[in-house]
C-alpha cells in the first residue's frame, strides 16, 4: 500500500481522482488551496498519491456536514 501512495501522477490523473478540472486545479495551487506539485525535468507537473489522499482526507475533515 505504501508504494502506492508515493506513486508520482500527472495533471490528468489529479483532475480525474478529485473530479475537478484543470482550471480549477490551477486556481486551487495559485491560490494556496491544493498540494504542490513536483516539477519533472521536462517541466511536467505531477503529485505523490500520498499529497492528495492526504488533501482529500484533511478538506472532508474540515467540511461542515448538514
Known sequence: MECRRNKLIRQKEVCELI???RTTLYRWR??????????DPGGEL???ISAIED???????????Y
Open 55 to 65: 488533501w482529500l482526507v484533511e478538506l472532508e475533515s474540515n467540511s461542515t456536514r
Open 19 to 21: 473530479g475537478r478540472d
Open 30 to 39: 495559485k491560490d494556496g488551496k491544493f498540494p504542490k506539485p513536483i516539477e
Open 46 to 48: 505531477m503529485w505523490r
